[in-house]
């Protein structure tokens, strides 16, 4: 069918969405992606509401234009500002990403969740009316990170300054009260083994949305006959409206699919 020729879009300020299209590429490996990243203007998490709003519309647009047929914004942020206006505007179906609070509520031992994410999100109305409808003995609490935004744009995954950083914003908090840490951002992702390094408490789960993301891309394929049987995982990079065609920066991102 035409329609399964088209690409999947992934959306999102910069690489943590990388590591959702890791997981679909295992899951749909036939499946054509376009991974747009927003380099121009990340971090998003720290700008102000109207301003992150119009870099959205203004990347969406750009995938709208070349005849994508599922829209994936792989961007907690993106997702709490945008989403509804973005279903409303476009008829291709659109996936956002919320932190995994469910089911780290939902699985909690009657011990505490820590929910981190960026400033944005947390401030958002989308998170707040989850937490609403979620957390009825209130057992979650929220901290920012946008700190790590940076260190992932910068490809420092390992170095010393985001442990130092994480070790001062975990300063104050007991993890034995925590059951655990919901990774609110896809930039948090590459960072999952140096927090449960520095947590060091074994039993504190780190839950990230990659999963329950990948399953309802494939259920939303599925529903809609949108399977492409006979493509070939074939990945076009986009910084901020521009095609990638250098073969050092597709191997850069292309790196990015095993971190």
């Given at each position: ?26 899951a749909l490996p036939r499946e054509n992606y376009i991974y747009f990243a927003d380099t121009d203007n990340v971090p998003y998490g720290i700008k102000s ?105 910068d490809r420092n995954f390992t170095g010393n300054e985001p442990a130092v950083y994480l070790k001062e914003k975990f ?89």
């Amino acid at each position: 069918m035409e329609e399964c020729e088209k690409n999947i879009a992934f959306f999102d300020s910069g690489i943590g969405g990388m590591n959702v299209l890791r997981d679909a590429l295992k899951a749909l490996p036939r499946e054509n992606y376009i991974y747009f990243a927003d380099t121009d203007n990340v971090p998003y998490g720290i700008k102000s509401h109207d301003e992150v709003k119009g870099f959205i519309g203004k990347a969406v647009e750009y995938l709208y234009g070349i005849n994508i047929k599922l829209l994936v914004v792989a961007c907690n942020t993106a997702t709490s500002l945008a989403i509804k206006h973005l279903r409303e505007k476009y008829s291709f179906p659109i996936i956002g990403m919320e932190p995994a609070v469910k089911p780290a509520i939902e699985n909690s031992s009657h011990k505490r969740v820590l929910v981190a994410a960026t400033t944005l999100t947390l401030k958002e109305e989308k998170l707040e009316n989850l937490l609403n409808e979620i957390d009825i003995n209130g057992i979650a609490d929220k901290i920012a990170l946008d700190g790590l935004v940076r260190f992932a744009e910068d490809r420092n995954f390992t170095g010393n300054e985001p442990a130092v950083y994480l070790k001062e914003k975990f300063r104050n908090i007991d993890f034995k009260n925590y059951d655990a840490v919901v990774l609110g951002c896809t930039h948090f992702n590459y960072y999952e083994k140096m927090i449960k390094d520095i947590i060091g408490i074994d039993d504190v789960k780190i839950i990230d949305g990659n999963e329950g993301t990948v399953k309802r891309l494939k259920s939303i394929l599925v529903e809609n006959d949108l399977l492409n049987k006979n493509g070939s995982g074939k990945i076009t990079y986009v910084n901020s409206c521009r095609v990638i065609s250098s073969e050092k920066e597709i191997s850069n991102y292309n790196s990015l699919l095993t971190v």
